[in-house]
């Protein structure tokens, strides 16, 4: 059964209260890494506005899987097996385990196991991904635009972090 989640979403007209509703099926498509990703929202700012609240569902990201005006969503599917080598997002990053089971990989070497229900926060991390299971892993991120990120007053994009991909 391929995972095609649901999105809804509600606002109600200014001009008479009435509900507004956008529902519709996420669907997601093959990505980087063997990835499966469906984009499920993009907001313009951060102040939520009734009268464009259903454009979300169309609106892509302008700059790559991020979104500089505002929060940006996302479903994602990682096959049994799958690798995705350590990079960084420039970005702040909630990123929730639907089901299955992720290893998170550091730039260290270590990893930390995130199981069904857990919670990272990535604020511009370095990090990885892999599936060691039989069983596909689906998680929800949840993404907002970040100032150029610098780590002791070093950017992402200089040593000893510029070998590492921004995504």
Same mark, same amino acid.
């Given at each position: 059964?391929?995972?095609?989640?649901?999105?809804?979403? %509600?606002?109600?007209?200014?001009?008479?209260?009435?509900?507004?509703?956008?529902?519709?099926?996420?669907?997601?498509?093959?990505?980087?890494?063997?990835?499966? %990703?469906?984009?499920?929202?993009?907001?313009?700012?951060?102040?939520?506005?009734?009268?464009?609240?259903?454009?979300?569902?169309?609106?892509?990201?302008?700059?790559?899987?991020?979104?500089?005006?505002?929060?940006?969503?996302?479903?994602?599917?990682?096959?049994?097996?799958?690798?995705?080598?350590?990079?960084?997002?420039?970005? %702040?990053?909630?990123?929730?385990?639907?089901?299955?089971?992720?290893?998170?990989?550091?730039?260290?070497?270590?990893?930390?196991?995130?199981?069904?229900?857990?919670?990272?926060?990535?604020?511009?991390?370095?990090?990885?991904?892999?599936?060691?299971?039989?069983?596909?892993?689906?998680?929800?991120?949840?993404?907002?635009?970040?100032?150029?990120?610098?780590?002791?007053?070093? =950017?992402?994009? =200089?040593?000893?972090?510029?070998?590492?991909?921004?995504?």
């Amino acid at each position: 059964m391929s995972f095609a989640p649901r999105r809804i979403v %509600l606002t109600n007209s200014t001009k008479d209260a009435s509900p507004v509703v956008a529902d519709s099926v996420i669907e997601l498509a093959p990505s980087q890494g063997g990835l499966s %990703l469906g984009l499920a929202y993009v907001q313009d700012g951060y102040v939520g506005n009734p009268d464009t609240a259903i454009e979300g569902t169309t609106r892509a990201p302008d700059s790559g899987s991020i979104h500089s005006m505002g929060p940006s969503s996302a479903y994602m599917e990682f096959p049994p097996g799958a690798q995705f080598p350590v990079h960084y997002t420039g970005s %702040l990053d909630y990123i929730v385990v639907l089901d299955g089971e992720l290893e998170l990989g550091l730039a260290d070497g270590t990893s930390k196991t995130l199981k069904s229900g857990d919670l990272l926060i990535c604020v511009a991390g370095l990090h990885g991904w892999s599936n060691k299971t039989d069983k596909p892993a689906r998680v929800l991120a949840i993404s907002s635009p970040g100032e150029t990120t610098k780590i002791d007053g070093k =950017e992402l994009n =200089e040593a000893p972090f510029n070998h590492y991909k921004l995504f």
